[in-house]
């Protein structure tokens, strides 16, 4: 016969897992306390607010602008706020000293905005500043209406400057862009100052200037049969003066 003592052994070890079990009982979660988060990962940084979206700069001119249509063209604002122009789509902007470059699709700048610009004691010098003979050949002159702005016009011209010739493009007084003379001043005055918008501000083919030195007048005057040339007259005449 087996003793009668052993049948207890598996009470007794019923009785040790029932106390292993309640003292191995999760504890009540503080409810004052945060989320756990996993020892070794790092919280992520809390969302920061949307950015409102600039405002769109409204035009009041029309898609077409001297011949060129320039619907999906952007809305291109200085940074003083005081003007807007537009830009084809794949074209950029940089700021530049009183104003702004605009650049081709390439990153070359093409022309300068600028506000009070110095347009240059109405000396005619050359690149280097040293006077010279001249003469010029008016290429294009286009009417232009800019609120509040009197008697200006677009205008191109070939001017010679000793054995160099210049291509310059831009808003300037109307009789300026009727008969240009050197020094060529690509420069209006409105009733909020000087403002400038062309291929330089004083005509000279050197420095911010340098792409518009061209070999000859003969290449000059095909300048302006190039698509690029009527883009860059758009984007020139496209300038609008915001009021304030």
Request: negative net charge; aromatic residues 4%; charged residues 15%.
């Given at each position: 016969?087996?003793?009668?003592?052993?049948?207890?052994?598996?009470?007794a070890?019923?009785g040790?897992?029932?106390?292993?079990?309640?003292?191995?009982g999760?504890?009540?979660?503080?409810?004052?306390?945060?989320?756990?988060?996993?020892?070794?990962?790092?919280?992520?940084p809390?969302t920061?607010?949307a950015?409102?979206?600039?405002?769109e700069?409204?035009?009041?001119?029309?898609?077409?602008?001297?011949?060129?249509?320039?619907t999906?063209?952007?809305?291109?604002?200085?940074?003083?706020?005081?003007?807007?122009f537009?830009?084809?789509a794949e074209?950029?902007?940089?700021?530049?000293?009183?104003?702004?470059?605009?650049?081709?699709?390439a990153?070359?700048?093409?022309?300068?905005?600028?506000?009070?610009p110095?347009t240059?004691?109405?000396?005619c010098?050359d690149?280097?500043?040293?006077?010279?003979?001249?003469?010029?050949?008016?290429?294009?002159?286009?009417?232009?209406?800019?609120d509040?702005?009197?008697?200006?016009?677009?205008g191109?011209?070939?001017?010679?400057?000793g054995?160099?010739?210049?291509?310059?493009?831009g808003?300037?007084?109307?009789?300026?862009?009727?008969?240009?003379?050197?020094?060529?001043?690509?420069?209006?005055?409105?009733?909020?100052?000087?403002?400038?918008?062309?291929s330089e501000?004083?005509?000279?083919?050197?420095?911010?200037?340098?792409?518009?030195?061209?070999?000859?007048?003969?290449?000059?005057q095909?300048?302006?049969?190039?698509p690029?040339y009527?883009?860059?007259r758009?984007?020139?005449?496209?300038?609008?003066?915001?009021?304030?």
């Amino acid at each position: 016969m087996k003793p009668l003592r052993r049948p207890l052994a598996p009470l007794a070890l019923l009785g040790v897992a029932l106390v292993l079990v309640g003292c191995s009982g999760t504890p009540s979660p503080d409810p004052d306390a945060g989320p756990s988060i996993p020892p070794g990962i790092t919280a992520p940084p809390p969302t920061a607010p949307a950015a409102e979206a600039p405002p769109e700069v409204e035009s009041s001119l029309p898609a077409e602008i001297a011949g060129v249509d320039t619907t999906g063209w952007q809305q291109v604002p200085v940074p003083s706020g005081s003007a807007t122009f537009r830009i084809p789509a794949e074209w950029t902007v940089a700021e530049a000293p009183g104003g702004l470059e605009v650049l081709s699709p390439a990153g070359q700048r093409q022309l300068g905005y600028a506000e009070d610009p110095d347009t240059g004691d109405g000396t005619c010098v050359d690149g280097s500043g040293t006077p010279v003979g001249w003469r010029t050949l008016g290429l294009d002159r286009q009417e232009v209406a800019i609120d509040g702005v009197a008697g200006a016009a677009y205008g191109a011209a070939a001017l010679q400057l000793g054995d160099q010739w210049v291509f310059s493009m831009g808003l300037l007084p109307a009789d300026a862009a009727q008969r240009p003379q050197c020094p060529i001043v690509n420069a209006i005055e409105t009733s909020a100052g000087i403002v400038s918008f062309g291929s330089e501000v004083v005509a000279s083919g050197s420095g911010d200037g340098s792409p518009w030195a061209v070999a000859s007048l003969d290449a000059a005057q095909q300048y302006v049969a190039d698509p690029e040339y009527a883009t860059l007259r758009a984007i020139v005449m496209s300038l609008e003066l915001l009021e304030g």
